[in-house]
């Protein structure tokens, strides 16, 4: 599951790079693996505070139905990435183990820890698009495809794809530790997880292809500058989220920051109203699935 969120998400970091020319999509992924293994290393280590909200989030007495959660996100990834859809594999896990949770009954689902997935889905996304355009507005003065704003547009990326390890690291994180308590109990560390879990989040970034990180570079049109306010703008929004323990979708925060770096006459529409469409249904279909498999395999 970690590995398809590495495969699917993390281009998403690198979308705005690659669409203004400032790096290569091959280097860009090279790029995005390295750091998502340090974003997820060092936040899982000092900072867990998403990993606490994933905790919270349900109580699972057994290993069955996290195992079906699992799977309902792997599923659910698979298929997004096959169509080239931009969905959000947080958004995906978040509702599969709730999901799961209500099998047993609703007390076994903190659904009052809701109230911090909406905020972890609209805050960052509103602070990354009025971010985007404020920025973009100061910036308009300077030439748009100058070598300073392209060296400029991969170094954001490059911190953008931290704070997706960081965020997303913490997520899949929180599950591990849920699978453990449920099957043999606490751990005294978790150190050596942790870096399991940031290996195979760079090697999936590493080995993903270039149909989702073109799907979501194509939101707008872009050149070096509003590639580097897009970047710097999604940063900024994963940045405020992972501090207050926000799960937020990175690859909406990457999609929103584009759009508000980019004029109204340059944003495609059509790719907009895709990535809603996949948004929107993640939450219910993904729900869904994690309730229906796990009922499947409560039978088994």
């Known amino acids: 599951m970690t590995f398809i969120n590495g495969w699917t998400d993390a281009p998403n970091t690198m979308a705005a790079s690659v669409a203004s020319g400032a790096i290569r999509p091959r280097t860009a992924l090279l790029l995005a693996a390295i750091c998502d293994f340090f974003g997820c290393l060092l936040s899982c280590s000092l900072f867990p505070a998403v990993t606490e909200t994933i905790l919270d989030l349900a109580d699972f007495d057994e290993i069955r139905a996290l195992s079906a959660a699992m799977l309902s996100v792997i599923l659910w990834g698979v298929v997004c990435w096959y169509y080239g859809i931009a969905s959000s594999e947080s958004h995906a896990l978040i509702s599969a183990l709730t999901g799961a949770a209500l099998v047993y009954g609703k007390s076994h689902a ?8 909406f905020s972890g889905i609209f805050v960052p996304c509103a602070i990354s698009v009025f971010s985007g355009a404020i920025l973009a507005k100061q910036l308009r003065r ?11 547009c991969v170094f954001a990326a490059a911190f953008s794809s931290f704070m997706h390890g960081a965020q997303d690291g913490q997520k899949f994180f929180g599950v591990l530790v849920l699978i453990l308590s449920a099957s043999c109990g606490k751990s005294a560390s ?8 940031s290996c195979v989040l760079a090697l999936g970034a590493a080995t993903a292809g270039t149909r989702i990180l073109h799907s979501v570079g194509a939101i707008a049109d872009l050149d070096a500058r509003r590639g580097f306010c897009a970047d710097a703008s999604s940063v900024f929004g994963t940045l405020i989220a992972t501090i207050f323990g926000l799960p937020a979708s990175t690859t909406h925060t990457q999609a929103m920051a584009i759009i508000g770096s980019a004029s109204e006459k340059c944003v495609d529409l059509h790719a907009i109203r895709g990535m809603t469409l996949a948004w929107v249904l993640t939450f219910p279909g993904c729900g869904a699935l994690g309730y ?9």
């Open 110 to 117: 903190h659904l009052e820890q809701w109230l911090l997935i």
């Open 142 to 152: 300077f030439p748009e495809n100058s070598h300073l704003f392209s060296k400029l």
């Open 292 to 300: 229906i498999l796990t009922s499947v395999f409560m039978r088994i």
């Open 190 to 197: 978790y150190f050596g997880f942790i870096v399991l879990i």
